[in-house]
């Protein structure tokens, strides 16, 4: 049974270029979250997905976007990338009824140059 | 807004030692509580969790914790650590989205 999958795993972008992460979620689950987590910090909660809606979102601005397709599968997008954007995404799943029990992917590290 | 709170940054400790992790989480309501683990090179992953009843709770790896809700607590707990606990630990409270603490990083020498 596959767990949370996210490619790429590591990526360098120059600010001002936009970025795509995608993610696909365990098997069973249906509701997917993104966090954003900077060196040294505690995962910050992006954005969830459930039925290809955006459901809750953090306080992240609008140039972060997001999309979930029938087949639960998710993409992150982010425009004109500052050299602040530079972290670990990470994309978690769950399943209907959120309990807060995520299952994590190993994550995606973008270095905004 | 809700918002938790890990004391302890970095943990020195040798094994055998005991644990005890700090977390104070902010919100009048309801809330499920976690702790989750992210070993060197390997994914976040759910440690405990707390969402009623006994408010001593035991997860993976002889981990417990104890939510204290008057004092809006649920510290983290090990009798006596191993080598192998090294690794991040993050608390997180759960309202209507998973919010996480800053992280304390626990490294345990032999």
């Known amino acids: 049974d596959a767990g949370v999958t996210q490619s790429p795993t590591h990526l360098i972008k120059t600010r001002g270029q936009q970025v795509t992460l995608r993610c696909s979620p365990k098997?069973?689950?249906?509701?997917v979250s993104w966090y954003q987590q900077a060196l040294g910090q505690g995962p910050q909660f992006i954005f969830q997905?459930?039925?290809?809606?955006?459901?809750q979102r953090g306080n992240f601005p609008d140039r972060f976007s997001g999309h979930q397709f029938p087949n639960y599968s998710s993409e992150l997008n982010v425009n004109a990338l500052l050299l602040g954007d530079s972290a670990l995404y990470l994309c978690?799943?769950?399943?209907?009824?959120?309990?807060?029990?995520?299952?994590f992917g190993e994550g995606s590290r973008l270095t905004v140059l | 807004a809700q918002s938790v709170s890990q004391h302890n940054h970095h943990v020195i400790l040798s094994e055998a030692a005991s644990l005890e992790l700090g977390c104070n989480y902010s919100?009048?309501?309801?809330?499920?509580l976690f702790w989750y683990v992210q070993y060197p090179g390997q994914h976040l992953q759910l440690l405990l969790k707390?969402?009623?009843?006994?408010?001593l709770v035991k997860g993976i790896k002889g981990f417990e914790a104890e939510f204290i809700k008057s004092k809006f607590s649920f510290n983290l707990r090990k009798p006596s650590v191993q080598w192998s606990d090294t690794a991040e630990y993050f608390c997180?409270?759960?309202?209507?989205?998973?919010?996480f603490g800053t992280g304390t990083r626990l490294q345990v020498f032999p």
């Open positions: 978690a799943s769950s399943w209907t009824g959120f309990t807060g029990e995520l299952f």
């Open positions: 098997s069973g689950h249906d509701t």
């Open positions: 997905y459930y039925e290809e809606e955006e459901r």
């Open positions: 919100y009048g309501g309801t809330v499920n």
């Open positions: 707390y969402f009623s009843g006994d408010p």
């Open positions: 997180a409270v759960n309202t209507d989205k998973l919010i």
